[in-house]
C-alpha cells in the first residue's frame, strides 16, 4: 500500500520561499506520475502541480507557472515542490499523491485519479 509523507511546511512573509518534500513508500512507490495538490477550507483539493514517473516531465497550474517548481530524486523517492515568491493566497494544506490516471503526448503532462493521501503540511503566508 502505498503511503506519503509531507514535510517542509511552515509560516513565512509575502515573496519569501519555501520547498516541501513528499516521501513515497510501499509497493510500487516509484511507480506513479506524483501531483502536489493543495486545499484551503470549505473548497476541493486542487492539483497545482504533477512530476512524470521518470521526473523529466512536469506540469504545473497556470495560478503557479514560473513561481513554483517540481523535481523529484528516484533514489529517494521523493518529490519536490520549490515554492518561491510566495503570495497570501498560497495558505494552504499542500499534499502529495500518485497520479492513477496520466497523459503524456509531446510536453504535455496531465495527470488525474488521485487517490492515497499523506497527512499533508500546512504553508501559511502572512505578513
Known amino acids: 500500500q502505498l503511503q506519503f509523507v509531507e514535510s517542509g511546511g511552515g509560516s513565512v512573509q509575502p515573496g519569501e520561499s519555501l520547498r516541501l518534500s513528499c516521501t513515497a513508500s510501499?509497493?510500487?512507490?516509484?511507480?506513479?506520475?506524483i501531483g502536489w495538490l493543495r486545499q484551503v477550507p470549505g473548497k476541493e483539493r486542487e492539483e497545482i502541480s504533477c512530476?512524470?514517473?521518470?521526473?523529466?516531465?512536469?506540469s504545473d497550474a497556470t495560478a503557479v507557472k514560473g513561481r513554483f517548481t517540481t523535481s523529484k530524486d528516484r533514489t529517494k523517492n521523493t518529490v519536490y515542490l520549490q515554492m518561491n515568491d510566495l503570495k497570501p493566497d498560497n495558505t494552504a494544506i499542500y499534499y502529495c499523491?500518485?497520479?492513477?490516471?496520466?497523459?503524456?503526448?509531446?510536453?504535455?503532462?496531465?495527470?488525474?485519479?488521485?487517490?492515497?493521501w499523506g497527512q499533508g503540511t500546512q504553508v501559511t503566508v502572512s505578513s
Open positions: 512530476i512524470s514517473t521518470e521526473g523529466t516531465k512536469t
Open positions: 510501499g509497493y510500487g512507490a516509484g511507480n506513479y506520475a
Open positions: 499523491s500518485a497520479a492513477r490516471a496520466v497523459r503524456s503526448f509531446g510536453g504535455v503532462l496531465e495527470c488525474g485519479g488521485f487517490e492515497t
